[in-house]
């Protein structure tokens, strides 16, 4: 809507042609739009003014006045393929820009399945921190324990890479061990049971580290030994 058309329309213009003269960026703007919305364009201008204070102060008004600021607030509409006419503001309608549609909400991503060497790597730094493999499985953005397992036993490589963090993993479980007997304030049943668990686990990652060894040594007689009781005399 081009507003105070009245002072313009004087110049023999309609409300196409004055956009398409003056506002030639905005014209083709609604022309050439993708979004595929109707539009029209109207010239408006109000008719008349306000005699409210002229009553208020209990002056005469003046009756074109009247006449033409009634109770309905008539405007003045012009347009490139209409003659000017009268409408309210009750039917005064204008092409509404079509709201977007919302976007598709995004699907969550799934587990990882398809083996990566980066993601072998970040699995076994974690595993030689000493987290066991269910917690490592236990995040979004990592493989499922039934995934990893495959991917062991197809891949020997990634095979051999899970050993040698297992491995690196019991030093860790080791270091712990220190850190809780070192703490003073916990709880001296539960920390025991901690220690326990993980020494159990060390144990069994490396078990010629922190394995239980029975030295067992059997002392064999000589060869002399043997044949001396066999020697002829």
């Known amino acids: 809507m081009l507003s105070a058309w009245d002072k313009v329309e004087d110049e023999g213009h309609d409300p196409e042609t004055f956009l398409t003269q003056e506002l030639p960026l905005l014209d083709q703007y609604l022309r050439q739009g993708t979004d595929g919305w109707d539009f029209r364009i109207y010239g408006l201008s109000a008719q008349g003014g306000d005699y409210e204070p002229q009553l208020a102060e ?15 607030r008539k405007i003045h509409r012009a347009t490139g393929q209409e003659a000017a006419s009268a409408m309210t503001k009750k039917t005064t309608r204008v092409a509404k820009r079509p709201r977007a549609q919302p976007a ?16 072998a790597r970040s699995i076994c730094e974690r595993l030689a921190d000493g987290v066991p493999m269910i917690a490592i499985c236990a995040g979004h953005d990592m493989p499922t324990r039934q995934t990893v397992r495959v991917w062991e036993s197809k891949k020997p490589d990634f095979s051999a890479m899970i050993l040698e963090a297992r491995k690196s993993g ?5 270091e712990q061990c220190l850190a809780i007997a070192e703490n003073v304030h916990g709880d001296v049943g539960r920390d025991r049971v901690r220690i326990s668990t993980r020494m159990w686990l060390a144990s069994k990652l490396a078990p010629r580290r922190y394995g239980t060894h029975v030295n067992a040594e059997v002392a064999f007689p000589s060869l002399d030994e043997l044949l001396a009781g066999h020697r002829p005399r």
Not at 109 to 119: A, C, F, M, V, W
Not at 170 to 174: E, I, S
Request: aromatic share 2%; glycine share 6%; charged share 35%.
């Open 58 to 72: 209990g002056k005469e008004i003046d009756p074109d006045l009247k006449a033409k600021v009634d109770a309905i």
């Open 104 to 119: 598709p909400a995004k699907r969550p991503r799934g587990r990882p399945t398809i083996y990566s060497l980066k993601l």
């Open 170 to 174: 019991a030093d860790a479980l080791a």
